[in-house]
C-alpha cells in the first residue's frame, strides 16, 4: 500500500463546515480509546498521543516542544502525524502536523459555538493573539459572517500586527462582547465572573495543564458548562481543577460533551452564559486528520 504524504497543500479544500460535520460524524461512532505518554529533557517536551476509533482507523500523533527554539529561529511546536487503515493497521497517510493541529483546535471551539453561541452573534473578543486565535477569525466567520473582531493581549505589539482593533481596556471588552474566546498561555485567571453578561458564550482554548487557568471560579459557577470531552478535561485541566477543588463547581456541572445527544449541548436561553473548555484529545486529532485525507483523496 502507498503511503501518501499530506502537506500544507490541500488546505484550499478544507472547510471549516466540513471539519465541524466530521467532527459530529466521528462522535456517532463507538467512543474512542486514547492515550498520551509524555517525555522530558529539561524545558524541553516529547510528547505522544495515540487514539483509535472502531470503524475510522487509528492515529498517533507525536509533537515536540522546545522552548528554545525561538532564539534559532525555529518554531517552538513541531511534530508528526501517522495514520493507519482501521482493518489491518497499515500505515496509509503521514498528514502535516500543523494543519491537522491548526484545524483541530480551532474546529473544536467552533462546534461549541456553532451549538452554544446566540445566532445573532457579533462582537467577538479574541483574548490572546498568537497563531490559534489567528485560526480563530476564519473559523468563526465562517458561522458568524456578521462578524466584528477585537483582540486583546499582553503583548499589545502582538495584538496590533493581527490588524484587527486592540482593546486597551479587558474588562470593558469582555463586557461589551458576545463571544469571548481565551487562547492564551495563562496560569492566572483573566476573565473575572462579575465581567460577564447575560447571553454570553465563552470558548476557552489555553489552559490545557492543571496549572494553568484563563477565568476565575465566579465565571465558571455563573455560567453552563461543557466541554469537548470529560475523559480529556476533567481532572486534567486547571479550568475545572481549580474551581471543582474550591467547591465553586463540581463534575456534575458539567452538563455534556461532544459524546452526548446534541440536543443536550444547546443553549436553552438568549439569557444564559454558556462556556466551553477546549481540551483537544487525540481523538479529535484522528477525526481531524481522516478529513484532511478524505479530502486530499477528493472525497
Known amino acids: 500500500m502507498t503511503v501518501r504524504i499530506i502537506g500544507p497543500e490541500v488546505e484550499a ?34 510528547l505522544n498521543r495515540a487514539a483509535w476509533i472502531d470503524g475510522l482507523g487509528q492515529l498517533v500523533k507525536v509533537a515536540t516542544v522546545f522552548p528554545g527554539n525561538g532564539a534559532q529561529g525555529l518554531p517552538s511546536v513541531n511534530g508528526a502525524v501517522t495514520l493507519y487503515d482501521d482493518r489491518t493497521g497499515v500505515l496509509t497517510a503521514l498528514v502535516d502536523f500543523h494543519l491537522v493541529t491548526k484545524w483541530k483546535t480551532a474546529g473544536d471551539s467552533l462546534l461549541s459555538a456553532k451549538r452554544l453561541a446566540r445566532k445573532d452573534s457579533r462582537r467577538i473578543l479574541l483574548v490572546g493573539a498568537g497563531t490559534v486565535a489567528r ?16 483582540v486583546w493581549s499582553r503583548n499589545r505589539a502582538t495584538a ?19 463571544i469571548i474566546c481565551t487562547a492564551t498561555m495563562a496560569k492566572e485567571p483573566l476573565i473575572k465572573g462579575d465581567w460577564l453578561q447575560p447571553g454570553q ?14 477565568v476565575d471560579d465566579a465565571a465558571m459557577a455563573r455560567a453552563r458548562l461543557f466541554v469537548d470531552s470529560r475523559a480529556t478535561t476533567i481532572g486534567h485541566i486547571g479550568e475545572l481543577l481549580a474551581p471543582m477543588a474550591s467547591g465553586a463547581i463540581s463534575d456534575s456541572d458539567v452538563i455534556a460533551d461532544f459524546y452526548d445527544d446534541p440536543a443536550g449541548f444547546a443553549r436553552r436561553s438568549n439569557d444564559e452564559i454558556t462556556i466551553a473548555k477546549n481540551g483537544g484529545g487525540a481523538h479529535l486529532d484522528l477525526m481531524t486528520a481522516d478529513y484532511i485525507a478524505r479530502m486530499a483523496s477528493g472525497e
Not at 17 to 46: C, F, K, Q, S
Not at 201 to 214: K, N, Q
Open 160 to 178: 496590533a500586527a493581527m490588524g484587527l482593533p486592540v482593546a486597551e481596556d479587558l474588562e470593558a471588552a469582555v463586557r461589551a462582547a458576545d
Open 201 to 214: 458564550h465563552l470558548d476557552l482554548i489555553g489552559a490545557y495543564t492543571p496549572a494553568m487557568r484563563e
Open 135 to 150: 485560526s480563530m477569525i476564519s473559523a468563526y466567520a465562517s458561522v458568524f459572517p456578521q462578524a466584528e473582531f477585537m
Open 13 to 46: 479544500r478544507l472547510t471549516w463546515e466540513g471539519l465541524t460535520n466530521a467532527l459530529e460524524a466521528g462522535h456517532l461512532r463507538p467512543r474512542a480509546e486514547i492515550r498520551d505518554m509524555v517525555l522530558y529533557r529539561g524545558g524541553d517536551t516529547l
